[in-house]
């Protein structure tokens, strides 16, 4: 199938060139616009209680809930100069009425705690109009240039000026990361190939892949909410694996051309071999970042759906455009080398220091499995203390307006006067009767009696809507915070009422609650789907069993290096970044999907050569020395090209996006050069025979279905020239 579908691609090859063209004319047309459509942020569950109660408190009581936090700050008046409130009230009564529903200042409310301790300072809090994050981003960006006060500086937070502000930081970083890549790249490439036209082929799969990828997620963002987050999956990923692919691709075919091969016969047998594995390779990762949809929150579903797309496409421009170059192109592809042109002699058996180096590590396959393994578990140690919290401000570099209020809210204001868990209650009637009064005043009594709370008081009665509003000591999203409203929760409700519980705490506890609910479930598909499409490309039953297992434990190790850096605060100063003493529990998730999808990458990058050989020769041990031969450097070689953009998005500053560049890179490096490399050639070694065993009936299967690299598809003597001489 694979060897005709490559024929097919070479008779079509100028219609293909033209659509691929068009397409991504189109797509970038389209695509361009994705960031005014996505949302900032989705990390909550928005089925949860802690949301359904959100809501409420937003219809019922908007002051409770501001959108946007603006501190007012002179340093020579105080709030109690005149000029000072003129000043303030005069440009927050002036902001349309359409786009802010509502504002609370200190002259209305008489709050102590909208002043700062030095009384140099307020904040006012606003409500937008909108009843999305979308809507009411869109409404602060109608207003945000008429917020500031003459004469007072003016800092503009809270969660939705945060939010946009992170969206615009995160899509300057992403242009930053692709300036910075792409050179670096093809300088890479060039050493790698050692011409300047194939250098660049790989660089072309990865446009398009990110152009075709900002336009499905712009798509799917006109019908349900997308993070601004998944942006940065897409523009990584996107550029990251389609250089794999691609570099599969035309090496492949250049090995093809050395061997005598042009025309239908070179571009068949490319996709019959290389096309299996990248179409493998791409499914497995796709596979394992669609089990990211099985989880409620809008950041973990917008990652899988930027992340199967850059993937997908990834592997059809690789797959169809990528070839249709190459077929055109024919052995101009080694056009323009760097170094002076010889007749390229196969390596033969026994030769060549790949072969040598996976012998050695075969030979002492104890000491390598102790050692590698040792390291590891070592490295993962810090993961048994892992702390997780929310997003907030934090995430933002310190001179960001949103780190700024939070900071100043953190330190100037008296914070903890407006810190609670609220219970949102929904009455039978009016909650300003006798009876309903009485029956909220005993609800209010049980909750302030709860163990852990210092007080509770009915903070708002609206209709047949109530809060309650519970006070306790230490940090909302401590276990002793979450503790408290489960315990809150136990609490009984006033007859015929319902109850909800909001607050920074209740979200915090529902997250980890969703999240700890949906995780066994993703994990039992991923193990499902990865053991079924490795046992297609290897056709063993041992094989997927030892490549799980050793993901389980790459994975660990790089959590634990990402708790060591990034909640001990290691590094920090090297990398340039605040530590917050905790991790956001979507973001290991987010990264156990792409990593483990990853690893398997390398994973059949390797075997399937391995396999490839072991048919051949029917020797274990001889199949891995040459297939480590033959595709190890490229291996290597991919490795260290995925980690260019991953090491460029790494110096964002944004928290959450530094935090996944700097883990993807260290994850990346660990798996290929010692997990798959030392670990798993000893580990091969080890199993020996019993390693690409299977019982009759599944091997009849593989034999039949399985998805292998060969040397032999169909008969193309005809089509065989004299060998073509390379750079």
Known sequence: MFEKFGRLLHRRRKPLLILTVLFAVLSGAYGAGVFGSLTPLGFQDPGSGSERAARIAEKAFPQRTPDAVIVYRD????????????????????????????????????????????????????????????????????????????????????TVPTGHQASEKIEHDLR?????????????????????TAAFLPLIVGVLSILGSMAVLRTIANITDVSVFSMSLVTILGLAVAIDYGLLIVSRYREELEAGYTGEAAIGRTIATAGRTVVISGTTVAAAL????????????????????????????????????????????????????KAVRATAAGEGSWYRFGHGLMRRRWVVVVGAVGLLLTLALPFSKIEFGSINAQQLPSTSEGRQVFNAMEHDFDGDAVKSIDSLLLLKSDGTSKEQGAALQSYAKRLGATEGATSARISGIEGTTARVSVT????????????????????????????????????????????????????????????????LAFGSVLLPLKAIAMNLLSLTATFGVLVWIFQDGHLNGLLGFDPTGNIEPNMPIMLFALIFGLSMDYEVFLVSRMREQYDKQGDSTEAVATGLQSIGRLVVSAALLMCVPLAAIGMSDVLTIKLFGVGMVFAVLTDVLVVRILLGTAVMKLLGRAAWWAPEPLARFYDRFGIKETDAPADDTADRPVPVTVG
Do not use: C
């Not at 409310?109 to 030095?118: C, L, N």
């Not at 990361?177 to 050692?194: C, H, M, T």
């Not at 059809?316 to 056009?335: C, D, Q, R, T």
């Open 75 to 158: 340093e020579d008046r105080t709030v109690d100069d005149p000029s000072f409130r003129q000043a303030v009230v005069k440009q927050v009564e002036s902001l349309p009425k359409a786009d802010v529903t509502g504002y609370m200042h200190y002259w209305q409310t008489k709050m102590p705690a909208q002043v700062s301790h030095d009384r140099h300072a307020t904040f006012v809090a606003l409500n937008l109009h909108g009843s999305s994050e979308k809507a009411k981003e869109d409404a602060y960006e109608a207003i945000k240039d008429k917020i500031p006060a003459p004469g007072l500086e003016t800092l503009q937070g809270g």
């Open 472 to 535: 306790y000591d230490g940090n909302p999203i401590s276990t002793h915070a979450r503790d408290l409203v489960n315990r809150i929760k136990e609490v009984p409700a006033p007859p015929g009422a319902r109850a909800y519980i909001g607050g920074e705490s209740a979200v915090y506890d529902d997250t980890l609650d969703a999240l700890g609910e949906t995780l066994p479930w993703m994990l039992l598909y991923i193990a499902v789907m990865t053991y079924v499409l490795l046992f």
């Open 290 to 341: 669609a089990g990211l949809t099985l989880f409620p929150s809008t950041f973990l579903k917008s990652m899988s759906y930027g992340g199967v797309a850059a993937v997908v496409l990834a592997v059809l421009f690789s797959l169809v455009a990528l070839p249709a170059v190459l077929a055109v192109m024919g052995p101009k592809v080694n056009a323009f080398p760097l170094r002076r042109k």
């Open 176 to 196: 930053t990361a692709e300036i910075i890549s792409a050179p670096v790249l093809f300088l890479l490439l060039l050493v790698v190939f050692g011409s300047l």
